[in-house]
């Protein structure tokens, strides 16, 4: 079985420039998960949905962040405009249940 | 809220001496479950060990770790410690409140010859 994929695996921007990440989650995964994870710290979740709906994205910076699962399998989360603050990695999960979570490897954002 | 501590943020040890990493949790919530999961260099976060019932040990490849509700405690434990064992070991929690990962800080844990 194929694990979760993520695009781009690392990326270098300016401030107040946008970016993109992809994630395609493990087939039959119907509920997918955005941690962001500072230097040093544990991932902290952004936001996370069950098929297409989202489920929780309270902790998502929504003036700068956005996320979406239009059909329920892949998922794009992009920043707006980037701060030095975003700096940290980026990683997507896929689970069946809450209990057993898949993990991506990560995009690395730096933001100079 | 919900949250987990590992108070080592380094282990350093040599090979062959035990493992025991830290971790302890707080949650207002009767039902918590506790998991360790492991990040190799270049490799993606996995899963290592998820917590049964209360004081039951579960193990898996080589490492066991046991939930204790009355000290709120799921520390990893290893008897002999191996070269590869070397990677960021982070304990996790989830209520039954949020249905949330709540992940520590991680634990970096380098095993030298």
């Known amino acids: 079985e194929a694990g979760v994929t993520q695009s781009p695996r690392y990326a270098v921007l300016q401030e107040g420039q946008a970016v993109s990440f992809w994630c395609d989650p493990i087939?039959?995964?119907?509920?997918l998960y955005w941690y962001q994870q500072p230097r040093d710290q544990g991932p902290q979740l952004l936001v996370y949905?069950?098929?297409?709906?989202?489920?929780?994205n309270s902790q998502l910076p929504s003036d700068r962040f956005s996320a979406v699962r239009p059909k329920g399998t892949n998922s794009t989360l992009k920043i707006q405009s980037a701060k030095q603050g975003d700096t940290a990695t980026y990683l997507c999960?896929?689970?069946?249940?809450?209990?057993?979570?898949?993990f991506g490897p990560g995009t690395r954002l730096t933001v100079l | 809220g919900d949250s987990v501590t590992q108070k080592e943020g380094l282990v350093t040890l040599t090979e062959g001496l035990p493992v025991m990493l830290n971790c302890t949790y707080q949650?207002?919530?009767?039902?918590?479950?506790l998991f360790w999961y492991v990040h190799y260099l270049n490799e993606s976060p996995r899963l290592l060990l998820k917590?049964?019932?209360?004081?039951k040990r579960t193990e898996h490849q080589g490492f066991h770790a046991t939930l204790h509700k009355s000290s709120s405690s799921f520390h990893l434990q290893k008897s002999s410690a191996q070269l590869s064992d070397s990677a960021l070991y982070y304990c996790a929690l989830l209520s039954s409140g949020s249905w949330q990962l709540i992940f520590g800080s991680g634990t970096q844990l380098t095993v030298m010859p």
């Open positions: 949905f069950r098929d297409e709906a989202v489920i929780d």
């Open positions: 949650t207002i919530y009767s039902n918590a479950f």
């Open positions: 087939s039959g995964h119907d509920t």
């Open positions: 999960a896929s689970s069946r249940t809450a209990y057993e979570q898949y």
């Open positions: 917590s049964s019932t209360d004081n």
